[in-house]
């Protein structure tokens, strides 16, 4: 061989491996730009992804422009179909990321090839039109974070459950993470139960069947939803009068097409395109399993992004007609991601619903539009600003998911608060209360426009500057809280005990419940099957993503929970 043909040999490997380096930072051009393509990439990572990412903001994973630019169209492709390969295998993007969102990605298997090189279209048209830089595996804190477990470890405890599975419900977009959600026990006390699948569907259970109690999309002509896991049909309640009045409650997003809203937290550079409402159903007859009847709408909520929006609404149970908390309505709102997209001033104060939990009287009629009433009791009521949302009864939280009430300890609120990076809550709820967030997580401090992911230590004089929650659990546990209940039924070992869960990955605890909370621990509540064989939600239900949520029907006090990743819902049967 020539030294001349070694010298072109070695050109065309150097220029191989240039181009091989040139690729891979430069992978936009792999991606098709057709304009129908990346619309079905947008819809797909609606679906999909927006939960969890956005393009150039935090959520509860990295933001995901210019990824496209960075990695192999085969490498993503990978990543997304089994992320904790890539974890294993020692990738370190994949490990500086779990650092740093305390999560592992869920696999999405069930996505073919076309459909993900169409997300990757979408991503990557986007980081071109915005000219986005990857996320850097090295960032540049200007505070000093704390890393590793903040708080005590979640106890194991020897207490364990049996479930039944009671029924299965349709799975009605099986491309999406909607799904069941919210269950409530029919006022009659009848053992008839009612679940909403946040697709639009209010079922009625009985005897082990399933019968469609009212459609949303057939009675709301904008009803949304998508993108993400929080829209569509919110949460409901039956109205505590139900049996004479025939009243009941329901929350449902709907597409933003100009409509007017009570409260509105949006700017021509900040509008998302859904609103949230509130409306009140009247029953013709309400022997009849199916809805027949009217609706009026309450309250209208338009916030600046998908995420965290309005959550639970609930009537505190079993009250005499004589409380003066009596068939007053309980609801939460979240921060709307607005601490996501930077823009923290837009809560976390009066003149503001983000982070709130509300309370209204649907019968009154002294709030801004007249369709329902502000109460006396509530803390802000007779402020002389207008400006001041009166009807927020407590304020502070990043995601207000769940609320419930210990009717031993005079009907005293427990609410969870879904948290960013590092710890999930479970706060006792008073009359004005400041839950700090998002100038707090957990007991700790967040300097929200440096770093949303990081914590700090606070001075001992900054520790009461707002109420702390009661109970706490470190990422290194779980990643979303999923509130539960006070159990008060026949199963002795429960009894006196919060029951609760994570959402993502199904694990159960328990605190125990006294007047005093003289116990502030977290402990696990295993499950049992075939007598003494140790389970979990997961291998139940084949599923690393459970979806779940505890629920409860305090007429017969039963306790029950949901896994929306397969619509079933399960029945506790004993506790040893």
Same mark, same amino acid.
């Given at each position: ?17 240039? @181009? ?40 509860? #994973?990295?933001?995901? #422009? ?102 299965? +419900? ?40 399933? %019968? ?29 009068? @139900? ?49 027949? #009847? ?58 503001? @619903? ?74 006792? %709820? ?5 839950? #700090? ?14 770093? +949303?992911?990081?914590? @700090? ?41 919060? %029951? ?58 039963? +306790? ?17």
């Amino acid at each position: 061989m020539t030294k001349y043909t070694q010298y072109i040999i070695a050109m065309v490997l150097l220029l191989g491996i240039a @181009f091989y380096f040139f690729a891979r930072k430069n992978t936009a051009g792999m991606y098709s730009t057709d304009e129908a393509v990346i619309l079905e990439g947008q819809q797909i990572y609606a679906k999909n992804c927006l939960s969890c990412h956005g393009i150039q903001d935090d959520g509860f #994973g990295p933001p995901l #422009g210019g990824i496209t630019s960075l990695l192999s169209k085969e490498e993503l492709i990978n990543f997304i179909k089994n992320p904790l390969k890539a974890m294993e295998s020692g990738n370190e993007r994949a490990i500086a990321m779990n650092s740093r969102y305390k999560r592992i990605m869920p696999p999405f298997g069930h996505l073919v090839d076309a459909d993900i090189e169409s997300i990757l279209a979408y991503i990557a048209h986007e980081t071109k039109l915005h000219q986005i830089a990857p996320l850097s595996l090295r960032r540049e804190n200007k505070i000093t974070g704390l890393t590793g477990r903040l708080v005590p470890p979640i106890k194991k405890s020897k207490l364990k459950i049996t479930l039944e599975e009671v029924i299965a +419900l349709p799975q009605l977009d099986s491309t999406s993470n909607l799904g069941v959600v919210t269950l409530r026990p029919h006022p009659s006390g009848d053992g008839t139960l009612f679940a909403s699948d946040q697709n639009g569907i209010i079922y009625s259970i009985a005897n082990g069947k399933a %019968i469609t109690f009212l459609d949303m999309k057939e009675q709301i002509k904008d009803f949304q939803s998508g993108p993400g896991i929080a829209t569509g049909l919110g949460s409901f309640d039956f109205h505590p009068d @139900f049996l004479t009045n025939g009243l009941l409650y329901i929350s449902h997003a709907e597409t933003h097409k100009g409509q007017l809203a009570d409260y509105a937290i949006a700017s021509d550079s900040l509008q998302s395109e859904v609103q949230w409402v509130i409306a009140e159903w009247k029953m013709d007859d309400i022997s009849s399993n199916t809805f027949n #009847g009217t609706h009026r709408e309450l309250l209208r909520l338009h916030a600046p992004t998908f995420a965290h929006g309005l959550q639970e609404l609930a009537f505190i149970p079993e009250l005499e007609k004589a409380d003066l908390d009596y068939g007053l309505l309980y609801f939460g709102y979240g921060d709307g991601g607005s601490n996501n997209i930077h823009q923290p001033q837009l809560g976390h104060h009066l003149q503001s @619903f983000l982070g709130t939990i509300m309370r209204i009287d649907p019968a009154g009629s002294n709030s801004r539009n007249g369709h329902y009433g502000i109460p006396e009791s509530n803390p802000f009521a007779n402020g002389k600003d207008d400006k001041i949302v009166k009807e927020i009864f407590a304020y502070g939280f990043r995601n207000p998911h769940h609320m419930s009430w210990d009717k031993a300890s005079d009907n005293r609120m427990i609410a969870t608060d879904i948290g960013e990076a590092n710890l999930e809550e479970l706060n006792i %709820i008073e009359n004005g209360g400041d839950y #700090g967030w998002p100038n707090r997580e957990g007991e700790y401090g967040i300097a929200t426009l440096t770093d +949303l992911k990081t914590v @700090f230590k606070l001075k001992e004089t900054d520790n009461d500057l707002y109420k702390n929650p009661f109970a706490e659990y470190d990422h290194e546990e779980g990643n979303a809280i999923s509130g539960g209940y006070v159990y008060e039924g026949k199963l002795t070992a429960l009894q006196n005990k919060y %029951i609760f869960g994570d959402i993502v990955n199904g694990r159960l605890f328990y605190v125990n419940i006294d007047p005093q909370i003289s116990d502030t621990a977290i402990y696990e509540l295993g499950i049992a099957q075939n007598g003494t064989e140790e389970t979990t939600l997961q291998e139940l239900c084949n599923t690393k993503r459970l979806h779940l949520r505890v629920a409860y029907d305090h007429i017969n006090k039963e +306790l029950y929970l949901i896994t929306k990743h397969d619509s079933k819902i399960w029945r506790v049967t004993s506790a040893n």
